[in-house]
């Protein structure tokens, strides 16, 4: 099993930036990719950005292209979500997910994830 754990969320005006962390433990050296998702309030959870577990692959969605960027420290088995420049519409739970399946991934499919954490709540006011 892999277990991971969100931090970094928090009350931030228009136009400021969060860093989210993933910690990742457990069973780490099976996890293929990781991505982050949000989810708002009445909404269905949408796929912001992933990257490969061992490599520099990364994919984001058009929402996060520009303003955020993924990384990870596989040393720490930690992912970032660096997000600047936020908005009122980021406004969500964001959370982190694992994928176990090595091969092609559909990064922005919920189903691909084997692991979440809890989530970590972000508020961007205007």
């Known amino acids: 099993q892999v277990q991971l754990v969100e931090s970094g969320g928090g009350l931030v005006q228009a136009g400021a930036s969060l860093r989210l962390s993933c910690a990742a433990s457990?069973?780490?050296?099976?996890?293929?990719?990781m991505g982050w998702f949000r989810q708002a309030p009445g909404k269905e959870r949408e796929f912001v950005a992933g990257i490969r577990w061992n490599s520099d692959v990364t994919y984001y969605s058009d929402s996060a292209k520009g303003r955020f960027t993924i990384s990870r420290d596989n040393a720490k088995n930690t992912v970032y979500l660096q997000m600047n420049s936020l908005k009122p519409e980021d406004t969500a739970i964001y959370y982190c997910?694992?994928?176990?399946?090595?091969?092609?991934?559909?990064?922005?499919?919920?189903?691909?994830?084997?692991?979440w954490g809890q989530g970590t709540q972000v508020t961007v006011s205007s």
């Open positions: 457990g069973r780490t050296f099976s996890i293929y990719a």
């Open positions: 997910a694992a994928d176990l399946s090595w091969g092609s991934i559909r990064w922005s499919e919920v189903y691909e994830y084997d692991y």
